[in-house]
């Protein structure tokens, strides 16, 4: 089993920015990849970002060049910085972790934090 705590949603105004971390613990020699997803009330969930243990990242298309993510190894921990937020991008975050940059059945998903981007 894998733990996930996340942290770092809040409500900033438009422009604004905000990080979100999540750290990973437990059987974390599975995990070779993690990322950050959200969903719009009424939307489905979907990719924000996601980045493999060896730095290999990629990004939804609606984010590219406002944020950034990042992992520590390390610490087990992936780091999602958000800059030039606008109100569409108010959701709840979820962090992902898994042994594939893209979604499995077998990965390990966080509670969510919510992010409300003020205009």
């Known amino acids: 089993q894998v733990q996930l705590v996340e942290s770092g949603g809040g409500l900033v105004q438009a422009g604004g920015s905000l990080k979100l971390s999540c750290a990973a613990s437990?059987?974390?020699?599975?995990?070779?990849?993690m990322g950050w997803y959200r969903q719009a009330p009424g939307k489905q969930r979907e990719l924000v970002a996601a980045?493999?243990?060896?730095?290999?990242?990629l990004y939804a298309d609606s984010v590219k060049g406002r944020f950034t993510i990042s992992i520590d190894n390390a610490k087990n921990t992936v780091y999602l910085q958000m800059d030039s937020l606008k109100p569409e991008d108010t959701a709840v975050y979820y962090c992902?972790?898994?042994?594939?940059?893209?979604?499995?059945?077998?990965?390990?998903w966080g509670q969510g934090t919510q992010v409300t981007v003020s205009s």
């Open positions: 992902r972790v898994g042994r594939k940059l893209y979604v499995s059945p077998n990965d390990y």
């Open positions: 980045i493999t243990s060896a730095g290999s990242a």
């Open positions: 437990g059987s974390i020699f599975s995990i070779n990849a």
